[in-house]
């Protein structure tokens, strides 16, 4: 079809060339018999046969050329170069030659190959991640710096990463690590990540866990929960290898592990606090700021708890004021742990306010003493205590129901 179009373009000019050139030659005959305006005549018309003559020939080339092209590329998507085996022999050696000549400059740099993904992001042998420090408190949100009060740091990336730790109260040994992760389109809930931790002074001693989400019984919100063994003091570097449409974002944050926590840790003695019960209180209200708090959680005080040969579990939470995002419904998680288990270990919950009924209507808080007692300086917290007293397993921020339910059923099968 091309083919065609091309040569009807030609034959129109082809005789409109025709009648010029008679033309020209008429008025040549009818003329003075000058032999010189006669010679120029013939050569302006031969000049002109000849150009038209040329430019015939390119208009056929170029047809045939675009036909040619046509035909190469049918049924293809793009332009397809037709080459031979010789041709293409020659070109995958050249190519050869220049991987080869690549890698050789490389290795002269000390450039680590290109490591092969493990599925999970884990770290591989060369590779470097940038560690980030906490973000200052200025360049924080609103909603973040509530966040920050409440006790729990808060990590900006430059590639839009937001990374909150609900574990700050870390020490030597191993601790469970929570982290919300907020990417640059939301609340990143892939259902694994991996995580390595590195001791800063042993960058070669490196661990790799996988943080597992767990989400929140309002069906929004959610973290992802791990547990790493610091075995030393001093800063370490936690990186999230997460997920995302290059492959992995590797995102890496500084946490300082000091000898000892703030609160009791695994292996520590409970503190014996005298907590209110309903026989000290004319009103349940005045024990929650729940709306409906349940009755088993204040039948018995932490004293008494730790004389009654019994195992505990106690949550330091403040139920009707529970609005960040490592605060979810703690006490109502003891209650399904207490209906689980019934009567084999005691049920405590202690408000963080000593006035709940009066901070529900308004007026100033007042903190517990209790939780200075316990050194609890972020919101939430769980602790699960064996008869004897100590403490056998944590839970710094919200922790959802199979996590505190398996614990205390670990310390009752023994």
Not at 254 to 259: G, N, S, T
Request: proline letters at 7%; one cysteine or more.
């Amino acid at each position: 079809m091309t083919l065609k179009r091309t040569w009807s373009a030609v034959r129109r000019p082809l005789a409109i060339t025709g009648l010029v050139s008679a033309a020209l030659l008429m008025l040549a005959a009818c003329a003075s018999n000058d032999a010189e305006p006669q010679q120029q005549t013939q050569q302006a018309a031969a000049q002109q046969a000849e150009s038209q003559s040329s430019e015939t020939a390119a208009v056929a080339q170029s047809g045939a050329e675009q036909s040619q092209r046509s035909d190469s590329t049918r049924g293809a998507i793009g332009t397809v170069r037709s080459t031979t085996p010789a041709q293409e022999q020659e070109q995958a050696q050249a190519d050869q030659a220049a991987q080869a000549e690549q890698q050789a400059a490389a290795e002269q740099q000390g450039a680590q190959p290109e490591q092969q993904d493990d599925g999970m992001g884990g770290m591989e042998p060369g590779m470097s991640v940038a560690i980030i420090e906490e973000a200052a408190y200025g360049d924080l949100s609103p909603r973040l710096q509530l966040l920050r009060d409440s006790g729990y740091p808060v990590y900006v990336s430059d590639d839009g990463y937001v990374i909150s730790l609900g574990t700050p109260d870390l020490s030597l040994g191993s601790h469970r690590i929570s982290v919300v992760i907020e990417g640059p389109v939301g609340l990143v809930e892939f259902p694994a990540i991996s995580v390595t931790a590195t001791p800063e002074s042993a960058p070669d001693q490196v661990q790799e866990a996988i943080a597992r989400f767990s989400r929140f019984p309002d069906g929004v919100r959610g973290f992802h929960v791990t547990s790493i063994d610091f075995t030393r003091s001093g800063r370490w570097s936690l990186i999230l290898h997460i997920p995302s449409e290059q492959g992995f974002d590797d995102i890496g944050l500084a946490v300082d592990i000091p000898d000892d926590t703030s609160a009791p840790s695994v292996g520590d003695a409970a503190p014996a606090s005298a907590s209110r019960t309903l026989l000290d209180v004319p009103n349940i209200a005045d024990l929650s700021t729940g709306e409906t708090p349940d009755p088993g959680l204040y039948l018995i005080s932490v004293a008494d708890a730790l004389e009654a040969d019994k195992p505990f579990v106690v949550v330091f939470a403040s139920p009707g004021f529970c609005t960040n995002a490592f605060c979810g419904p703690q006490a109502e998680v003891l209650s399904e742990v207490r209906e689980q288990h019934g009567d084999a270990a005691n049920y405590i919950h202690i408000d963080l306010y000593e006035n709940p009924e009066q901070v529900r209507l308004g007026e100033e808080p007042i903190e517990t003493p209790i939780l200075e007692e316990w050194g609890l300086h972020t919101d939430e917290w769980t602790f699960v205590v064996n008869a004897d007293g100590v403490v056998v397993a944590r839970f710094e921020a919200f922790a959802p129901f199979d996590e505190v339910e398996a614990a205390l059923a670990t310390l009752l099968e023994g």
